[in-house]
């Protein structure tokens, strides 16, 4: 028998769902909910889960074996609606009773999020335009930069010398610090040993210059600001005092930029091929970060041209998805979340709160990607997805317990879409 069913679509690609289930058909629910509550009920004379009807409304009340057999009829019938109306559904469903009673029909309603159509309009010739922006900023290299790269890995290779003297520009030094406010030392504000290269300008501004023309073995006190833009939030434009001690001062002997130190690298014949090299390494990453670029920008004028109605639910998971992400990296950084969080003075709540708006461009873009590589007929070969899951698998097998917690459904889906969307944006920076 059909289930009797009124179907209304709400904004934010909700549909609400009202259902009447004539008593005949959930009837048959009260025993496997009266079993399911009394499945822990001790009583003499009686095994578990066998207990009656009377003695379990006893003990949970009068209306407790109707609530959970209208439970157990609500959800097996609205999996049978949403399959039979063939509704994408996401997330949890929202489930309200209307009417309950022995005897009687069921009344329900239950509202759910779908997938939301997406309404593209005209995206090809943004997409066009986008392309020939990028075309007129071909990557180039030139000898310098290639150069600027090469001392850098010369720098890396300097010779330490202790010297007897005041510490200048370009020397190694180790010192010791506490940073103060007020006259209080600030929490993570004390190193030991400290190595910095003055003149790197790794540190504090202002810091590395009132080290230089110190001796070994001197201490002073280093009155500064830190930058507006400091990380940590309640530090940012705030005076504070440096007290400083330099414990050690080395000259660094930096080879020269030449065949023999092209050499000493062990694959280069002279300093031309490395060069040549290190150029065509700089190209290689550069034209990455363009790709990556171009990418970005393409999707920004899909997401632009786009009409999406977008539900609550997809958003808010790819809010918590964002912060999972982002407190691993901040764990890598050597913190908690938590510790994150006192730094920049706010609250989980806060940040879902400023990632709102991003979270809803990724969704979009997600949605638009995945309605293009239907819409474009992008197919992957069997045996590229085999060959990509087989990559992810090896990977897994080096962390433990990881490739027996897989799911291969998910892993199949999730690869499969990487590679679809990798060819469709491949299509479209070709257009």
Same mark, same amino acid.
């Given at each position: ?120 309009? *005209? ?5 066009? +335009?986008?392309? $020939?922006?990028?075309? /007129? %900023?071909? =990557? @180039? &290299?030139?000898? *310098? ?5 090469? +001392?850098?890995? $010369?720098?890396?290779? /300097? %010779?330490? =010398? @202790? &010297? ?268």
């Amino acid at each position: 028998m059909a289930i009797e069913r009124k179907i209304e679509k709400l904004p934010h690609a909700e549909v609400a769902i009202e259902v009447t289930l004539p008593w005949e058909e959930w009837k048959n629910f009260i025993l496997p909910a009266t079993e399911e509550l009394s499945k822990d009920m001790q009583v003499p004379g009686f095994r578990a889960g066998k207990v009656p009807r009377h003695v379990v409304e006893q003990k949970f009340g009068q209306n407790a074996v109707l609530e959970r057999a209208a439970e157990k009829a609500i959800q097996k019938t609205h999996e049978k609606i949403i399959e039979e109306e063939k509704l994408d559904a996401i997330g949890s469903p929202k489930a309200e009773i209307l009417k309950l009673a022995e005897g009687n029909e069921l009344c329900y309603r239950v509202v759910t999020a779908v997938v939301p159509t997406v309404k593209l309009g *005209e995206w090809s010739a943004a997409v066009k +335009k986008v392309n $020939a922006e990028f075309a /007129a %900023k071909p =990557v @180039t &290299v030139t000898d *310098e930069e290639a150069d600027e790269e090469i +001392k850098k890995v $010369a720098s890396s290779r /300097a %010779k330490l =010398v @202790t &010297v007897n003297r005041a510490a200048a520009q370009g020397d190694s030094v180790l010192v010791d610090f506490v940073v103060k406010r007020n006259g209080v030392p600030i929490e993570n504000g004390t190193g030991q040993n400290h190595p910095l290269v003055l003149g790197q300008n790794v540190f504090i501004p202002g810091f590395e210059e009132a080290v230089v023309g110190m001796n070994a073995g001197e201490s002073k006190d280093i009155e500064l600001s830190f930058p507006t833009e400091y990380h940590a939030k309640d530090l940012a434009g705030k005076p504070a005092t440096f007290s400083v001690k330099l414990n050690l001062v080395q000259e660094r002997s930096v080879p020269e930029l030449n065949d023999e130190f092209a050499k000493s690298l062990g694959q280069f014949d002279n300093f031309g091929t490395l060069r040549n090299s290190v150029r065509e390494g700089m190209t290689e990453e550069r034209q990455h970060e363009q790709r990556e670029k171009r990418r970005n920008a393409i999707v920004d004028v899909l997401v632009e041209k786009s009409e999406i109605d977008l539900p609550e639910v997809l958003v808010h998971q790819e809010i918590h998805r964002m912060i999972d992400e982002f407190k691993l990296q901040v764990q890598s950084m050597g913190m908690t979340f938590e510790q994150y969080l006192t730094g920049i003075k706010k609250t989980a709540a806060d940040l879902e709160h400023d990632w709102e708006p991003q979270a809803e461009k990724r969704v979009k873009a997600s949605l638009i990607l995945e309605h293009l590589v239907t819409d474009q007929s992008i197919e992957i070969p069997q045996e590229e997805l085999e060959e990509e899951m087989n990559k992810t698998l090896q990977r897994f097998k080096k962390v433990k317990h990881v490739e027996k917690d897989l799911d291969m459904q998910r892993l199949y889906t999730y690869t499969r879409s990487v590679l679809a969307n990798q060819k469709l944006l491949e299509q479209l920076e070709k257009m």
